[in-house]
């Protein structure tokens, strides 16, 4: 098995197991104990997190946007490795930032696939034809998140720059 192969299996049992608990979380069948990054987290919570959604639809959209990234760009398990060191590790001031026009409450609790996918995000910039419309289009998606206010910008925000530096620290 190639490694392209190694990273392919690695995120179809990856989306399952998101989906899997998502749904049981939803049903009552299991419930988890404070996951995510937080002020006063665990270690347990911050490497659980991107396993773990607040509901069945954002695991739903995460899983899909992951297994697009992975089945359509040349990504390798030690991409995927990073892309999840970079998401457990984001400092919580800035994972925790969040901005909208209608709420004043920062989030509380960071949870779901979405720092691994702005990881990926990042790392594909340099290979995608149009980067500036991609990067807009990233940046409009991030946008509409900070309106809604339940969506940790500085999270995605961080991911995506972190995934991008670390593509162009690669090509060097």
């Not at 608990?21 to 069948?29: D, E, M, P, S």
Request: proline share 3%.
């Amino acid at each position: 098995m190639q490694s392209g192969k190694h990273a392919k299996a690695t995120a179809l049992v990856v989306g399952v197991a998101v989906v899997s608990l998502a749904l049981f979380r939803a049903t009552g069948i299991v419930s988890f104990p404070l996951v995510g990054i937080s002020d006063g987290g665990s270690c347990w919570g911050r490497l659980a997190h991107p396993f773990l959604h607040v509901g069945l639809l954002h695991a739903l959209l995460n899983v899909y946007v992951f297994w697009q990234l992975v089945f359509f760009f040349p990504f390798r398990l030690r991409h995927l490795l990073l892309a999840y060191l970079v998401a457990v590790t984001c400092p919580a001031s800035i994972a925790l930032w969040s901005s909208s026009l209608w709420h004043t409450a920062a989030a509380s609790q960071v949870v779901g696939l979405s720092g691994v996918v702005y990881v990926l995000l990042g790392w594909v910039v340099p290979m995608v034809p149009r980067r500036v419309r991609f990067c807009l289009s990233v940046a409009a998606w991030m946008a509409f998140g900070a309106l809604v206010g339940t969506v940790a910008v500085g999270f995605h925000g961080y991911c995506f720059l972190v995934g991008a530096g670390a593509k162009i620290i690669n090509n060097l």
